[in-house]
């Protein structure tokens, strides 16, 4: 049982290039969540899914385009990069929100 | 939105209990308090979860007064590999606030041996 996973681990990107951060579930999740994560920092929320076909923003959701056309993907596109959006990256899921979450191993975005 | 307010930081020493407060003035009725561990470059890991009063498991305690506007984590005799950042975080299957799981800032806890 995978849990969440994303990919890449790590990627490098130039100003104004775009790219898709992917997350997928394998336990049929109705919550799927984006965080961001600065050194030193606690976690942003950027934005969320109640269920396929439903997003919504969160904290700090400039910037960066969700979709959810399955249970199990839920991507993170990011449209033009800013050297702002240097940071980790976490996917999440639970069953229902509010409920015990479950995060993927993150992915490190660097933005020259 | 439930806004959570942590201490930053504790040092603790090895074999020692650590408790950590969770201030959370405007609590919703139908929110939950839930509990998360991160090690560094790691996602935050689910530690414990409660409504109101007390709840226990392999790993912790949480406690929660009758008011419900704050929540203290108890770690029983803490290990080198308990040093982290732990979250505490306000919301619930229910409520509005179920929809953004919004994170304080963390304690940073230190075990010292």
């Known amino acids: 049982n995978a849990g969440v996973t994303q990919t890449p681990k790590f990627q490098v990107l130039k100003t104004g290039q775009s790219m898709t951060l992917q997350c997928a579930q394998d336990?049929?999740?109705?919550?799927m969540s984006w965080y961001r994560q600065d050194p030193g920092m606690g976690l942003r929320l950027i934005h969320y899914s109640v269920g396929a076909g439903i997003t919504d923003q969160g904290e700090v959701p400039n910037g960066y385009n969700v979709s959810r056309s399955t249970t199990e993907d839920f991507p993170l596109r990011l449209l033009s990069a800013a050297p702002s959006q240097t940071s980790v990256y976490f996917c999440a899921s639970s069953s229902r929100g509010g409920e015990k979450l479950f995060f993927g191993s993150g992915t490190q975005l660097s933005v020259l | 939105l439930a806004k959570t307010t942590q201490p930053i930081s504790m040092d603790s020493y090895e074999g020692q209990e650590v408790n950590i407060t969770c201030s959370h003035n405007?609590?919703?009725?139908?929110?939950?308090i839930t509990w998360y561990q991160q090690f560094p470059s790691q996602g935050p890991r689910f530690i414990i979860q409660?409504?109101?009063t007390k709840v226990t498991n392999e790993v912790a305690s949480l406690f929660i007064p009758a008011d419900r506007k704050s929540s203290t984590l108890s770690l029983p005799r803490v290990s080198l590999s308990d040093t982290a950042v732990y979250y505490c975080l306000v919301g619930g299957p229910y409520s509005g606030s179920a929809r953004q799981l919004t994170f304080g800032s963390g304690t940073q806890l230190t075990v010292l041996p």
């Open positions: 409660g409504y109101k």
């Open positions: 336990m049929n999740h109705e919550y």
């Open positions: 405007n609590i919703a009725t139908n929110d939950y």
